[in-house]
């Protein structure tokens, strides 16, 4: 599964923006979809997923201002970035948990987009 991620840009504290990945082709094993950040500190944390039961679960820092949501009929992935911060610049990954009977649980990551928070 290929994921393409797109959106990132610069933007003043306060702002907004929308973050989307596209996923390469269908699939109806989805165990979960995700946004992922690594900033300043390297690692890469998570700031939001989908889980296939229908549960959302947002990071404490980013609760309240932003919002994950797919688009199914078009495979994609997007997630609204609102109050921005400049503790949120990172490069921003999406991730898509799928499951087949071959393969088990894997994880495909798209490749990454920069969003900078200016203060």
């Known amino acids: 599964v290929q994921l393409q991620a797109s959106g990132g840009g610069l933007v003043q504290a306060g702002g907004s923006l929308r973050l989307s990945c596209e996923v390469g082709r269908s699939t109806s094993q989805i165990n979960s979809m995700a946004w992922y950040r690594q900033g300043s500190t390297n690692e890469r944390e998570l700031v939001a997923t989908?889980?296939?039961?229908?549960?959302?679960i947002y990071a404490e820092a980013v609760k309240g201002r932003f919002t994950i949501f797919r688009d199914n009929a078009n495979n994609a992935l997007y997630l609204q970035m609102n109050s921005l911060k400049p503790e949120d610049t990172a490069v921003y990954f999406c991730n898509l948990n799928e499951y087949t009977p071959t393969t088990g649980a894997v994880d495909y990551w798209g490749q990454g987009t920069l969003v900078t928070v200016s203060s």
């Open positions: 989908i889980i296939s039961d229908g549960r959302i």
